[in-house]
């Protein structure tokens, strides 16, 4: 994992913050989900890394890759 890579996270205290890997404190705290993952992606996208999608529950419900796949397949 990158420090770049970014997760979308539930917030104990209100709604779901995102974060680098690695990272203590979040980057920024959103109220809804999708407000989250949409800048998450954003983000990701422009540091050309991974977004982790969290459920409440903490296990990782989605991943995407932004400009460094770990696959080798074609096409």
């Known amino acids: 994992m ?11 205290d209100r709604g779901w ?3 680098k890997s690695g990272a203590e404190r979040a980057s920024r705290v959103f109220d809804t989900q999708r407000q989250a ?4 992606r954003a983000q990701a996208k422009k540091d050309k890394a991974e977004l982790y999608i969290h459920k409440k529950d ?3 419900r989605e991943r995407d890759s932004y400009g460094n796949d770990p696959r080798s397949s074609k096409g």
């Open 58 to 60: 903490g296990t990782i």
């Open 37 to 40: 993952i949409d800048y998450a």
């Open 2 to 12: 990158s420090r770049k890579d970014r997760h979308v996270v539930p917030n104990a």
């Open 17 to 19: 913050s995102v974060r």
